[in-house]
Each structure stands twice: as structure tokens, then as C-alpha cells.
């Protein structure tokens, strides 16, 4: 079976995007390839260095997301990046012969620095090193495949970059991991903005079916349904877009040309949405809530992934200590 590896820094609770742009992928990857999967807490702590305490707290919680979502111990290996001290050493390694140049026109790095330099100090050595540290994390294990959105295809161009320039150095090591774009698709939050933590306008998979409704009820619609019987268009509303991901074609298509006819108002298709977001999330939201009461369980699975992943790790490294003669 062919490797394929992904991580996610933890900055939270997972909302609907994270789920429909990456976890329900991440799921369904699990039956046709050998999946490691990782909790990034080093890559949270280039931006979180203030605050290192709740990089512990979200990684747990959001372990709880992907169990909840699906991710099966049996099938993937689950684990957190920091208990693998390999990562460290092949990003040590690797910093030694990736040119700086690299690193500072990687687009990624300069609009993060932009977006959130005006809050935090991010003119680091680690934050440079962000996609240096990456690469180690893909190489390690050997991946072929890297599901990720198309934000992250710098990243990974510069991964594939870095093997090539190993296997140039030292021999042989390393294959060079192609990126599964994942179909990233259009998740607005409740006030029709993208989907966000710091937008105070998402849906998570820790919200109740209550809590839920409490948000969708409000959230806006097209602007034109002033009264219900003002007829709207769909691809002008953000409830819309949450339909495309929850709502069977057939009914969609009810949806779409009863807001064109204002057959319905803005209520009653909320509701519908409703019902089937449920359908779906309702069973991974009653299981979060058991993986809630056992955490013991949540740090015995995350211990096992490790073992098996540092095994991995470890062998990689050896190979890499004797090709570049540290070998002991
Ligand atoms: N940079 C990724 C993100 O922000 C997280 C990440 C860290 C990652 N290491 C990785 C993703 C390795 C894929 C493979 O989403
Ligand atoms: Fe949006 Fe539905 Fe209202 Fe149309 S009827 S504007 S799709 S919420």
C-alpha cells in the first residue's frame, strides 16, 4: 500500500471547514492507503510560542475531532509530531543545506508574516524554518502522497526540492511526495464570510444539535429575501453553500428553484439544511461526546501510533546517518 501523510496544527476545536476541507477526506483516504496522520504542535508553536500550554490542550481536543469524524486507530496511525524526536533531527539536518533563498520567497511565509505580523513577533528563526521542519515530516515516513489544499503547495514543492538536493548530497534516500489536492470546498460561516475561528462565525463538531440550529437560525441569506416572498438566488447565499455539501442533488435542486420562486422562505430551508447536516454530523457529534468522557483512551491510542511511527522514523534516520556518515 502506498503512503500517504498529513498534519494539522492545533489550533482548536475543528469546525465545518476543517471537516469538509480536509478531515471527511482524510477518512476516506484510510482503506486504500497506509495513513499516517499527526498533530503539527511544533509547527503551531512558530506562531503560539507565547502560549504553549494550549497547543497541549487543542492537540487532545483536536484528536477528539478525528476520531469523532471517523479517523480509525486500526486502520491509520495517529500520533503527535512532538513525541517523535526524529522530526527534530532530520530538521536539523535538512537546515544545513537548504539555501535561504528558498525560504524567503515561499509565498506562504511572506503573507502569513503580513497577516499576522502586525500582532505577534514572527521575524524568527523557526517561523523561516516552518516548511524545513515540514519537509521532515514527510520525508521521514516516506510519503507518496501529501493530502493538503492548494495553500500548501509551496510547501510541498519545497519538500520535494529538499529530497532532491539530499539524494543529490548524500545518495539515494528519499522519493519525492506528490500532493492529493484536496477539492477545497466554499464553507461560509454564519455571517457569509470563509469560515473561521477568529470570525466567531463557525459550526464545530463539539457544538450540540441545539447549538447548531442556534447558529444556522440567524445566519445570513441572500440579502434580496427581505420577505418571504421576495425571491432570492441561491448562489448569492451562504446557506446555500452549506447545502452543496449536506443536501441530496434531488432535494438541491427543490432548494434552489424554491428560493428563484419563493416557494418557501429562508426559515423552512434552513431546516432542511438542518435536517441533513445532522444526518451526517449528528452520529460524529454524539460520538465526540463519548471520546469526550475518555480521554485515557484518546492517550493510549496516540501513545500506540507513536510507537509504530517512531519505528518508521527510526529506520529512515539511520538510513540518513550513515548516507551522510554520522552513522555511530
Ligand atoms: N503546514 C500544514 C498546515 O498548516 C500543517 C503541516 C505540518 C503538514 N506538517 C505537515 C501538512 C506535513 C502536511 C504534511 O496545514
Ligand atoms: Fe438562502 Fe435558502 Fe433563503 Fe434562498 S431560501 S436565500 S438559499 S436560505
Redesign the pocket.
Given at each position: 500500500m502506498k503512503r500517504v501523510?498529513?498534519?494539522?496544527?492545533p489550533t482548536g476545536k475543528l469546525h465545518l471547514g476543517n471537516y469538509l476541507g480536509a478531515l471527511k477526506n482524510w477518512v476516506a483516504l484510510q482503506n486504500e492507503y497506509q495513513c499516517f496522520y499527526f498533530v503539527?504542535d511544533w509547527?503551531a508553536l512558530t506562531t503560539e510560542y507565547e502560549d504553549p500550554k494550549s497547543i497541549r490542550e487543542n492537540s487532545l481536543e483536536v484528536v477528539i475531532d478525528w476520531l469523532a469524524a471517523g479517523l480509525d486507530p486500526e486502520k491509520s496511525i495517529l500520533f503527535v509530531q512532538s513525541w517523535i524526536k526524529e522530526h527534530a533531527e532530520l530538521h536539523l539536518l535538512f537546515s544545513m543545506f537548504t539555501p535561504l533563498s528558498w525560504l524567503e520567497r515561499n509565498p506562504t511565509y511572506k503573507e502569513m508574516k503580513q497577516e499576522l505580523g502586525e500582532y505577534k513577533e514572527l521575524a524568527t528563526y523557526g517561523f523561516l524554518g516552518y516548511p524545513v521542519l515540514?519537509a521532515a515530516?514527510?520525508l521521514i515516513y516516506k510519503a507518496h502522497y501529501?493530502p493538503?489544499g492548494k495553500d500548501?503547495l509551496p510547501?510541498l514543492e519545497l519538500t520535494r526540492e529538499i529530497a532532491r538536493r539530499f539524494n543529490y548530497l548524500y545518495g539515494r534516500c528519499f522519493p519525492e511526495p506528490q500532493p492529493k489536492l484536496t477539492e477545497i470546498p466554499k464553507v461560509p460561516g454564519t455571517d457569509g464570510r470563509k469560515m473561521s475561528k477568529s470570525y466567531n462565525n463557525a459550526i464545530y463538531l463539539a457544538d450540540t444539535p441545539e447549538e447548531v440550529w442556534e447558529k444556522l437560525r440567524p445566519m445570513v441569506t441572500d440579502t434580496r429575501r427581505k420577505r418571504k416572498t421576495d425571491p432570492g438566488e441561491p448562489q448569492d447565499c451562504p446557506v446555500y453553500y452549506l447545502h452543496l455539501a449536506f443536501t441530496p442533488e434531488e432535494e438541491l435542486r427543490v432548494v434552489e428553484d424554491g428560493c428563484r420562486k419563493a416557494a418557501f422562505g429562508c426559515i423552512e430551508c434552513k431546516k432542511r439544511l438542518y435536517n441533513h447536516m445532522m444526518e451526517q454530523l449528528g452520529p460524529v457529534m454524539e460520538r465526540r461526546r463519548q471520546w469526550e468522557k475518555r480521554k485515557d483512551e484518546v492517550m493510549d491510542i496516540l501513545k500506540e501510533g507513536a510507537k509504530k511511527a517512531r519505528e518508521v522514523a527510526q529506520a529512515t534516520m539511520e538510513e540518513v546517518r550513515r548516507l551522510m556518515a554520522f552513522a555511530l
Open positions: 501523510l498529513s498534519g494539522m496544527r503539527a509547527h515540514q515530516d514527510i501529501v493538503v500548501q510547501h
